[in-house]
């Protein structure tokens, strides 16, 4: 069952955006979370990830500082919160799945279509 991410839009540089990842029929709380993003012409990019066991995070260096990921249980939800936004990081942004986290795409299952990010003036 694909994940479903949504929140994406166009915000201008140095603004906000929050991610949300849902899923329909499992629990994430048992998964490890990661959110991938994809620009035009380059490759997939491991952005952030939240662990299953104990909501330990990883970060890669282009955002760290300016995005956190989150968990709500209650919700099912798996969020990234995205401030300081610059036009580098406009990407489809993918949320999926993993019984292992990591950064490693092919680890992860349930792929969705994404949501789109645009950061301009």
């Known amino acids: 069952v694909p994940l479903v991410a949504s929140g994406g839009g166009l915000a201008q540089p140095g603004g906000s955006l929050r991610l949300s990842c849902v899923a329909s029929g499992f629990s994430l709380d048992y998964y490890a979370i990661g959110w991938f993003r994809q620009a035009p012409g380059k490759a997939r990019e491991g952005v952030s990830c939240?662990?299953?066991?104990?909501?330990?995070?990883y970060y890669a260096d282009s955002v760290k500082g300016r995005f956190t990921v989150s968990r709500d249980i209650t919700k099912n939800t798996v969020y990234l919160q995205m401030n300081s936004l610059k036009p580098e990081d406009a990407a489809r942004y993918y949320c999926a799945a993993s019984p292992f986290g990591g950064t490693n795409a092919a680890a992860y299952n349930n792929w969705g279509q994404g949501t789109q990010v645009t950061v301009s003036s």
């Open positions: 939240i662990s299953s066991s104990d909501d330990s995070t």
